[in-house]
């Protein structure tokens, strides 16, 4: 059986509203991507130098990072060298193939979250204004909530008016308890949420935090604050600290992404807006540049629409119309 079919199966398998949501959440980058590659292989029928040429770029486009791109491009030729592939019609399963290849890279990709076995397991979340963190707590709140697990919310952004009661909204909607107090110091009310945490025997803790990243010092002395203090309490904690990108803002999403990295220990991204973007190449361009995993996808706006990052429903999300094209 071909990888592709496999993907298939996985797709047919698998419960049906998850893979409605990648369906559904790719539909952006999945048009405008797959249409390009079938203008290609329409315009030309044998795979030629120019076809190479052109395939790069409409990666390159799709936002999945130059090296990447680079090391693809050099992967599929000497493929279809190997392979004596000579129609454009052949290469589509060796194309979707080799993406699949490039991300897993011969590693076993740890997505889950990991969980503390003795008290509260303790989630920090990170990343600048406006990407999704507040969003992202209150999804995977709902989840965990779901699940039967005991969840504290703790409102660390205590700067941007309306954060707090933001995420206060959430924990009333999803039925967890919201720690916070606005204007307080972000240390002082983390402090206060593990203490509760700790003594009232919570499951799973996450920390929403403000997204300043005006001036790297002052970001990094606030974290290494909050870390600290979540350390004093729990002193295996943060157990994950993830680092939350919104997909829309493209590359400059992972070089954030490459900031945070410098600043503190990133665990994991949370890359979110995944439905907004025709840019849904960046997956695979954070595991080359950044090599943190991707561990959860925002794919709407509901609490439902968050997903554990799949890379095997992503791939067939992206490419399926791609490669049915033919088999069909
Ligand atoms: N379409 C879409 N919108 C999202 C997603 N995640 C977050 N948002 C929206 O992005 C906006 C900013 O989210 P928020 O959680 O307040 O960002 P924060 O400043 O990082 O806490 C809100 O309008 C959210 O509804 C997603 O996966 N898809
Ligand atoms: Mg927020």
Not at 24 to 32: M, Y
Not at 69 to 85: G, P, Q, S, Y
Not at 257 to 284: M, P, Q, R, W, Y
């Amino acid at each position: 059986m071909g990888l592709f079919d496999k993907f298939k199966n996985v797709f047919k398998t698998s419960n049906k509203s998850q893979v409605e949501l990648y369906d559904k959440g790719l539909e952006k980058t999945r048009n405008d991507f797959v249409s390009k590659l079938t203008l290609l292989n329409k315009k030309y029928k044998k795979v030629n130098n120019e076809y190479f040429e052109e395939l790069e770029e409409i990666l390159i486009m799709a936002d999945i990072g130059v090296e990447t791109v680079m090391t693809f491009i050099d992967r599929l030729k000497k493929r279809v060298k190997h392979e004596n592939i000579i129609d454009s019609e052949d290469l589509k399963e060796v194309i979707v193939d080799e993406m699949f290849i490039i991300y897993v890279n011969n590693e076993v990709i740890i997505n889950k979250i990991n969980y503390s076995e003795i008290g509260p397991t303790v989630v920090l979340f990170v990343g600048v204004n406006g990407v999704g963190k507040t969003t992202t707590i209150g999804k995977i709140a709902h989840k965990l909530v779901k699940e039967g697990k005991k969840v504290l919310l703790i409102a660390g952004d205590t700067f941007r008016a309306g954060a707090v009661e933001q995420i206060e909204e959430w924990g009333n909607r999803i039925g967890a308890r919201v720690i916070g107090g606005e204007n307080k110091d972000p240390a002082s009310v983390i402090y206060d949420g593990l203490e509760i945490a700790k003594k009232e025997s919570y499951d799973v803790v996450l920390i929403d935090t403000a997204g300043r990243l005006q001036n790297k010092v002052n970001l990094m002395n606030e974290l290494e604050k909050m870390n600290k203090v979540i350390g004093k309490l729990i002193p295996s904690a943060p157990h994950e600290t993830l680092l939350v990108i919104d997909a829309t803002t493209g590359q400059n999403g992972i070089s954030q992404a490459k900031s945070f990295k410098e600043i503190t220990n990133i665990t994991g991204i949370v890359l979110t807006k995944l439905d907004g973007t025709a840019k849904g190449g960046i997956v695979l361009a954070i595991k080359e540049s950044v090599g943190i995993p991707v561990k959860f996808v925002g794919l709407g706006e509901r609490e439902t629409d968050l997903q554990v990052f799949d890379i095997e429903k992503y791939i067939y999300g992206l490419f399926k119309d791609f490669v049915e094209d033919h088999t069909c």
